[in-house]
């Protein structure tokens, strides 16, 4: 794999240069890197390291992380170092992990040892358990969503067109020339081990079948509204409406599927409203529904909605890091393909492509919600490669 730097890397290098204060949490889907920047920052550093994996530990072994802990602490004490880092990759895997972590850095606190920690784990879900019910102030989060274009491009030499159609995966890119090969290595690599193991294992799930089919479906309407109840039924032995929504939730915290609310000043609407399907990678879209990028990229409706849902990535991990909101807006036929909303300000983005032409959504939302800009991303307004290489938050 590429060499290639992360900006996540410059910051976790940034915190453990200053004084012992928190510890430092690095979050993400799966295969996104997050041990491979951990590592890239360890070579860096000028202090001993003390790296553990805790995906082989038993995961009612709690005491392992007081013995890896007590090691470390020993070996600072051996050879008389004033500081020290301790990594702990996969933490979610042990039972009540929080506790062992809470009650080994407040010991580390009162004693005033200088053992700063790292913490990494693949379930978003795990992970905000234990940190808000064990572990609160006592943490940083340094999040590492999927990778962007810009990204790809830059470590990978992926054209835009490559983007959009078989997402922002590292490790998926050996097998893109190979649409099958590629397909089954997003599936079992990336999709069952996010749904089976960081979901299903971590939650009430109690119809797991039900759960992947909400995805998968979910995926064949990425970019489309569909309410819940037309929903069930495509969906065998669907349950209810809460279930399919609850269930919805999960797959969010997971970083597969979201579904996005309508934009309106009302909460209780928001909430109401129908969903509109997005996913977190248009690696799971391409999976699931794609037919090849020879296919797919000539036919100007289906690329179409590629490119929206690509635009609904990119939006997704932009919201995501800045604490934004996303929506779409929809009255009758006036319609805003994503509402953006951050710090009080809200931008509306209108996609257009070979999906659909212009449409008066815009000028209506304008008119009745004053947002800050009004931006559309495509034919006739700003072209992909700017938008996809661009700071949202420049446009705010």
């Known amino acids: 794999?590429?060499?290639?730097?992360?900006?996540?890397?410059?910051?976790?290098?940034?915190?453990?240069?200053?004084?012992?204060?928190?510890?430092?949490v690095i979050a993400g889907p799966r295969q996104v890197g997050k041990s491979t920047m951990v590592n890239q920052v360890l070579q860096t550093l000028s202090v001993p390291y003390f790296s553990?994996?805790?995906?082989?530990?038993?995961?009612?072994?709690?005491?392992?992380?007081?013995?890896?802990?007590?090691?470390a602490r020993i070996m600072m004490e051996?050879?008389?170092?004033?500081?020290?880092?301790?990594?702990?990759?996969?933490?979610?895997k042990i039972e009540r992990w929080s506790e062992y972590v809470k009650r080994e850095w407040d010991t580390d606190t009162l004693q005033r040892r200088n053992l700063k920690v790292v913490l990494l784990g693949s379930s978003r879900l795990l992970l905000r358990k234990g940190l808000t019910?064990?572990?609160?102030?006592?943490?940083?989060?340094?999040?590492?969503?999927?990778?962007?274009?810009?990204e790809m491009h830059e470590a990978f030499g992926l054209s835009l067109k490559q983007w959009i159609y078989y997402g922002g995966f590292p490790g998926a890119v050996p097998f893109m020339q190979d649409l099958r090969r590629w397909r089954k290595y997003v599936k079992n690599a990336i999709i069952s081990p996010a749904i089976e193991k960081d979901i299903v294992l971590t939650s009430n799930i109690y119809k797991p079948a039900l759960m992947k089919q909400l995805f998968e479906l979910g995926c064949t309407y990425s970019s489309q509204l569909l309410s819940l109840t037309k929903?069930?039924?495509?969906?065998?032995?669907?349950?209810?409406?809460?279930?399919?929504?609850?269930?919805?939730?999960?797959?969010?915290?997971?970083?597969?599927?979201?579904?996005?609310?309508?934009?309106?000043?009302?909460e209780a609407r928001k909430r109401q409203s129908v969903p509109k399907f997005a996913v977190y990678n248009n690696a799971f879209l391409t999976a699931l529904h794609g037919k090849g990028l020879e296919i797919d990229g000539t036919d100007s409706v289906v690329w179409g909605r590629w490119v929206e849902s690509a635009v609904g990535v990119y939006l997704l991990d932009f919201v995501e890091e800045n604490d934004g909101s996303l929506y779409y807006w929809r009255n009758g036929d006036d319609e805003v393909d994503y509402i953006v909303t951050m710090d009080g300000e809200t931008i509306a983005i209108e996609v257009k492509s070979g999906r659909r032409s212009m449409n008066s959504g815009l000028p209506a939302?304008?008119?009745?919600y004053h947002p800050k800009r009004s931006v559309v991303v495509g034919t006739d307004g700003l072209d992909l490669e700017t938008f996809f290489t661009c700071n949202i938050e420049n446009i705010f």
């Open 78 to 92: 051996v050879q008389n170092l004033s500081e020290a880092v301790l990594v702990i990759d996969e933490i979610q």
């Open 231 to 266: 929903l069930l039924g495509q969906l065998q032995d669907a349950g209810n409406v809460t279930t399919l929504a609850s269930y919805l939730e999960l797959l969010k915290q997971g970083n597969l599927l979201r579904g996005l609310s309508k934009y309106a000043q009302d």
């Open 1 to 24: 794999m590429t060499k290639f730097i992360r900006n996540q890397c410059d910051i976790l290098k940034s915190r453990l240069a200053e004084q012992r204060k928190t510890i430092q």
């Open 365 to 368: 939302f304008a008119q009745k």
């Open 52 to 71: 553990y994996n805790a995906d082989t530990v038993l995961p009612q072994d709690g005491d392992w992380i007081s013995r890896i802990w007590e090691n």
């Open 133 to 150: 019910e064990s572990l609160f102030g006592r943490f940083e989060m340094i999040r590492m969503g999927h990778w962007s274009y810009q």
